[in-house]
Every structure is written in C-alpha cells, then in structure tokens.
Nanobody
C-alpha cells in the first residue's frame, strides 16, 4: 500500500530554516505529482507547494520566494526547503500524492521566539 513518511519538522526561530522530507513507497514515484500541505490549529488544510512529475512546481502566494519544493525520483523522496520562516508558517505539514487521498502522518513545524 501507499506509504508516505514525513520528517524534518521542529521548533525554529523566526527567520530560520527547516527542510522537510517525505519518503514515499507503494507508488511509481516518478509518475506521480507530489504536494506539501499544512494545517494550522483551527484552520483548514491548505496547499503549500506542488511538484509535478515533469519537475515543474507551483506555490501558494504566501510562501513564494521563501519555500522550495524538490524531488529525487531515484530516492522516492520529495523535500520542502523552508527559509525565512514566520510565525504564521506554524502548522502540521503533510505530504500528499496529488490528486489522491494518500497522506502522510504529518510533521509539526513551530516558528516562535
């Protein structure tokens, strides 16, 4: 079955950086589009970034210029490099196979001084 395992979350000060990883199994990774979503307390889950099988990527406006999504098909892994983090980036971050209902367990990112 499809399994997505996220890692790399943690507590970071404003302006800091984190790199999230998502290791996928049970899919032909290179043929699938992958996405990172986040859900803050009391808010709906929202798309952060998506990378297509072609390698092209899209970002939500609030993270453009700060976050970078990338993938390595040989390692079945997708990353989210997050720079210049802000308190409003605090959320649980989830990996997703787009456009399916396959999700990881999530990793907590907390941006606070």
């Amino acid at each position: 079955q499809v399994q997505l395992v996220e890692s790399g979350g943690g507590l970071v000060q404003p302006g800091g950086s984190l790199r999230l990883s998502c290791a996928a199994s049970g899919i032909i990774f290179g043929l699938n589009h992958m996405g990172w979503y986040r859900q803050a307390p009391g808010k709906q889950r929202e798309l952060v970034a998506r990378i297509y099988s072609s390698g092209s990527a899209t970002y939500t406006d609030s993270v453009k210029g700060r976050f970078t999504i990338s993938r390595d098909n040989a390692k079945n892994t997708v990353w989210l490099q997050m720079n210049s983090l802000k308190p409003e980036d605090t959320a649980v971050y989830y990996c997703n196979v787009y456009p399916t209902d396959h999700w990881g367990q999530g990793t907590q990112v907390t941006v606070s001084s």
